[in-house]
């Protein structure tokens, strides 16, 4: 009968001394916009003691491994269901797929051995020799090689995926566990549990050519999609290291929950996952921020996490369950943090760049009582939507909406609908005509929209001078009072004219001086300007002429 050892595996002395040091270690401060948590939405019984989970390329599969025995289960990610299953070997801790998803490769911790799978028919067909204690396994990028740590001798296996078999080996650190391969295929990344450090592999010189002291009891390892950071599970001391892969240097201590033994990264690299073996459950790390925003309930000794390319669904191996959790990871909810320009005519057709995060993919760009913008474009960070006509003046909310929900409303996301206006500028202009008796001054009355809206409405009036008679053929002339109305909308740039006569006999009005002041007493819409909306014209009766300044 097989015993089963734990994932823990010798090193488990080492979580007495980091939990006494984990209250020292340092953390990001706070979060940015909290990654959404996923949940647990089925529980598919599998072969005792699953411990790898890999997902095909395309998404379609998911390969759950025993530790206890040679039994391979394959899911559906479709229907969540088992779809199939097979025998490799003795027990299995790992399980990686090559970038054509056409082979698995399964560890075997037991007998030190890789079974290379051919996925379309699950069949064994090479068994490889690798390591003692072999363990961890990945793919290189372009499928050549693959990498297995072997714990018992310290080493990593370079096995030739063309050739199917050991190339190289490389010693490291004590005690190899987890193991990835950088993006562009350059260098692996090995946790050595024992030595409490990442070696770095050159794969050019198969050679360690750097080692980063990390946590107690590092084991499981996790690119950022871009290769930028490494994040490494310390299961001694219950916390995530932050490994800057440029510097090599640890950026940041996360501390999660009970013996963090696999981490896994989002493929938008936006969060990062460790599995609380001792807990049960989930840590949701925020990647930009560090923190962690959720813990979620899990299975029995949670281990290795699978995610689909999309991100939106994972498969993650309940150790001590016999079972893996079908986790659904939900699509992040939109955030607005500005808007530019922030305020428009009520009119609407204002274009709008609204800014924020996880814009992409919106259905609906609203804003507030004015409704959905007609016309809208979106990216991850930036929306571009035409505003619509508001029913009356006043802020709304601008909110965007995508599959992951509705932007919360914030101070950022307020558009101010300013009420139409319309500048009416009053001139007036005098032109006298002398005559001993029929003596006159023609007046012209001009007034002119300088926007920026529609002048609808109109009324400019002026009182006459007293004892003389006025008259006029556009406007109305009772009670000592000129009045004239536009008697059309008058479109901004647009201009009408009225006129004014008024007698003005020399000999009777020697010597008067006289001021007529036309001005706007009423109209619609609003008028920003008041300087402009009032003109006059002073004359003076002369002895043998009448002059107007």
Not at 52 to 60: H, K
Not at 130 to 140: E, K, N, R
Not at 385 to 398: H, R, S
Not at 477 to 489: K, M, S, Y
Request: aromatic share 4%; with cysteine.
């Amino acid at each position: 009968m097989t015993t089963r050892p734990s994932p823990r595996r010798s090193w488990m002395a080492l979580a007495a001394v980091g939990a006494a040091t984990a209250a020292l270690l340092a953390q990001p401060a706070a979060a940015a916009a909290a990654t959404p948590a996923p949940t647990v939405t089925a529980t598919v019984a599998v072969a005792p003691f699953p411990a790898g989970v890999a997902i095909t390329p395309d998404g379609g599969l998911a390969y759950v491994t025993s530790q206890n025995s040679g039994t391979v289960t394959v899911l559906s990610t479709a229907t969540g269901a088992v779809a199939g299953g097979f025998t490799a070997g003795s027990g299995s801790y790992a399980v990686a797929l090559a970038p054509d998803g056409g082979h698995a490769y399964l560890t075997h911790h037991l007998t030190g051995t890789v079974s290379v799978v051919d996925t379309a028919s699950n069949t064994v067909t090479a068994t490889v020799p690798a390591g003692p204690g072999a363990f961890g396994v990945a793919v290189a990028p372009d499928g050549a090689r693959a990498y297995v740590t072997n714990p018992g001798a310290g080493t990593v296996s370079v096995l030739d995926t063309a050739t199917n078999t050991v190339t190289t080996t490389v010693p490291v650190g004590a005690e190899p566990h987890g193991v990835a391969v950088a993006p562009d295929g350059g260098h692996v990344y090995v946790a050595a549990s024992g030595a409490q450090r990442v070696d770095v592999i050159d794969t050019a010189t198969a050679t360690v050519s750097a080692s980063i002291p990390v946590g107690h009891g590092v084991f499981g390892l996790a690119l950022a999609p871009d290769g930028s950071r490494l994040w490494t599970g310390n299961g001694g001391d219950s916390t995530v290291s932050v490994v800057d892969t440029a510097t090599r240097a640890v950026t940041a201590t996360v501390q999660v929950g009970g013996n963090p033994y696999a981490v896994t990264a989002a493929p938008d690299g936006r969060s990062v996952y460790a599995s609380d073996y001792a807990d049960n459950t989930l840590s949701v790390i925020d990647a930009a921020s560090g923190a962690v925003t959720a813990t979620v309930p899990v299975g029995a000794s949670p281990f290795t996490l699978a995610l689909t390319p999309d991100g939106r669904r994972g498969y993650l191996a309940a150790f001590d369950g016999a079972a893996v959790n079908a986790l659904a990871f939900p699509l992040p909810v939109p955030a607005v943090t500005g808007l530019s320009p922030a305020s428009g005519p009520q009119a609407g057709g204002t274009v709008v760049t609204v800014t924020g995060t996880d814009l992409a993919g919106a259905t609906a760009v609203s804003f507030g009582a004015a409704g959905d913008a007609a016309s809208f474009s979106c990216t991850a960070t930036s929306c571009t939507a035409t505003a619509p006509a508001a029913p009356a003046a006043g802020t709304v909310d601008v909110r965007v909406t995508t599959p992951g929900g509705t932007s919360a409303v914030t101070t950022a996301g307020r558009f101010d609908y300013q009420a139409p206006t319309a500048d009416l500028a009053v001139a007036l202009a005098a032109s006298p005509v002398s005559g001993l008796l029929g003596g006159r001054v023609d007046y012209t009355l001009t007034v002119t929209n300088q926007g920026p809206g529609e002048v609808t409405a109109a009324t400019v009036t002026a009182a006459l001078p007293a004892g003389l008679v006025a008259t006029s053929t556009d406007c109305a002339v009772a009670a000592g009072r000129l009045t004239c109305a536009l008697t059309a909308p008058l479109a901004a740039g647009a201009s009408a004219t009225r006129h004014l006569t008024v007698q003005v006999g020399l000999l009777l009005n020697l010597g008067r001086t006289f001021t007529v002041t036309a001005a706007r007493t009423a109209g619609a819409p609003a008028d920003p300007v008041a300087a402009n909306d009032a003109a006059s014209r002073t004359c003076k009766v002369a002895l043998l002429a009448i002059t107007c300044d």
